[in-house]
């Protein structure tokens, strides 16, 4: 395990960096690679921490803290989400970033891995609060920003509105638009069609994949959805399309169920309108706990974190689990889960779909030439289908599952990266 400290003395290690690093060493260690690069592929390159006083509505003054981690950027520019949320803290954005540069490694972009977040209550706060609070955050991480640096783009808690105010405040600083600094802006702002939805549609052509391996089709399945936000939505909404029944589906305060199939579509104005899924027509109520041991075949996590833990792994009767939240399931519960002969489709390949159409973003806007959505989806699911097929094959031929595999692929071309660049000076 690579101890943390060793870094960053004065950090406190939590899960979620522990179990980034765990699956990182557990792989590292079967790979024959040059221990001496160990350490720098494990630890971040850059941390920045900021504290962001913002005038609220009322007048007074509260300052938030904020995060931008750069992890590794030996394949390209860092690039990776920002997240606004009160469980944010400092290890958890190391890990998400640890986590982005695997996953910009396997599906092949040109890009490293960063993450941002801000420690505050999206739902709490005004639009003004909000907007304030990105420029600030923005205006504060300024010089470690850039289309060439560090491109952020929507996570948990923000959206393509925030995305707008960062490219605002990025291009009133250096005095010029800069499209190519954020992916994930509005497509009247020059966004790219199909970037929403994209997270949930690299979801799905991951599942449809895997279960073409099984002789199955999306049609053959019954799904579970843990979050219902832009990745649970979508996944669900797309699955549903394609002919899966998507039987349960919850959000942070509970959930529904209908065993011939939730109108995912409805379920999702209805959220949007209420805030809730309670009392969501023509669903029973299921716990958030029952949604995840529900009688189903898939289940996605696309909520958090660690929600997939040892406690409730023996209980899922599902036989595939799709990442599509970074880091659902812990280590502990991945080796239950194998153990229990479920498959688990880990996150930096399930969830890949969002950065992939972030990078066909950033290409659109370097370029000033924009794509049509034909040509987003068709390029999306190639890159999917070959991030899958490649992760399958290296899982055949290692006889591992499909994290490990994924981990080789990954962290072997960060590393040859590495070390083909060396260091400087
Ligand atoms: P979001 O803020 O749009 O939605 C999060 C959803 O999760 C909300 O519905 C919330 O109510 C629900 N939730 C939170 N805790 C829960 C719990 N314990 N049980 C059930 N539901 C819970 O966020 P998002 O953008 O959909 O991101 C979800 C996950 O996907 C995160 O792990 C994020 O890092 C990951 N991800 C997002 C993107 C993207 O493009 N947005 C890309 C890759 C990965």
């Known amino acids: 395990m690579t101890d943390t400290n060793r870094f960053f003395p004065k950090i406190k290690t939590s899960a979620f960096w522990q179990h980034a690093n765990h699956y990182f060493d557990r792989v590292y260690q079967t790979m024959k690679l040059d221990e001496l690069w160990r ?6 390159r850059r941390v920045v921490s900021v504290s962001c006083p913002i005038r609220m509505d009322d007048g007074k003054i509260q300052v938030f803290t904020g995060y931008r981690v750069q992890h590794n950027n030996a394949l390209g520019p860092f690039k990776g989400g920002l997240r606004y949320d009160m ?3 400092l290890e958890e954005v190391m890990a998400l970033a640890m986590l982005q540069t695997w996953k910009n490694a396997l599906v092949g972009l040109p890009f490293g891995g960063a ?9 709490t706060l005004s639009p003004g609060e909000k907007e304030r609070l990105t420029r600030r955050y923005i205006s504060q991480i300024m010089p470690v920003l850039g289309p060439d640096q560090d491109i952020p783009a929507p996570d948990v808690g923000t959206d393509a509105q925030v995305m707008a105010w960062v490219l605002d405040t990025y291009s009133m600083m250096v005095g010029h638009q800069e499209l190519g600094a954020v992916t994930g802006k509005p497509v009247p702002l020059r966004g790219s069609v199909g970037r929403e939805e994209a997270t949930g549609r690299g979801v799905m052509c991951v599942l449809r994949k895997f279960l073409a391996t099984q002789n199955k089709a999306l049609g053959d399945v019954k799904v579970a959805v843990q979050g219902f936000g832009n990745v649970g939505f979508h996944t669900a909404r797309l699955l549903e399309e394609r002919g899966a029944t998507v039987i349960a589906i919850s959000e942070r305060n509970g959930g529904i169920y209908c065993s011939t199939g939730i109108d995912t579509d409805a379920a999702g104005q209805y959220y949007r309108e209420n805030g809730t899924l309670d009392d969501c027509p023509g669903c029973e109520a299921l716990t958030n706990e029952e949604v995840l041991v ?11 974190e660690n929600t997939i833990d040892e406690d409730i792994a023996p209980h899922i009767q599902a036989h595939t689990v799709v990442e599509a939240a970074n880091g659902p399931v812990t280590p502990r519960a991945d080796e239950i889960l194998r153990e229990n002969g479920v498959t688990v489709l880990p996150d930096i390949l399930s969830n890949a779909g969002g950065v992939t159409v972030s990078y066909f973003e950033w290409v659109q806007g370097l370029d000033n030439y924009f794509w049509d959505l034909k040509r987003v ?24 599952d499909y994290r490990t595999a994924a981990y080789t692929l990954a962290i072997r071309r960060v590393a040859e990266a590495s070390s083909l660049r060396g260091l400087f000076p």
């Not at 350490?39 to 971040?44: F, H, N, Q």
């Not at 993450?115 to 739902?123: A, E, N, S, T, W």
């Open 377 to 400: 989806q068709d390029e999306l699911q190639r890159v999917m289908d070959r991030a899958f097929d490649a992760v399958n094959t290296q899982a055949d031929e290692a006889d591992c």
């Open 87 to 89: 469980s944010v803290n």
């Open 294 to 304: 529900c009688e189903c075949d898939v289940l996605i996590p696309a909520a958090m």
């Open 115 to 123: 993450k941002g977040g801000v420690v505050c209550d999206p739902k």
């Open 39 to 44: 350490p720098v592929l494990a630890s971040p």
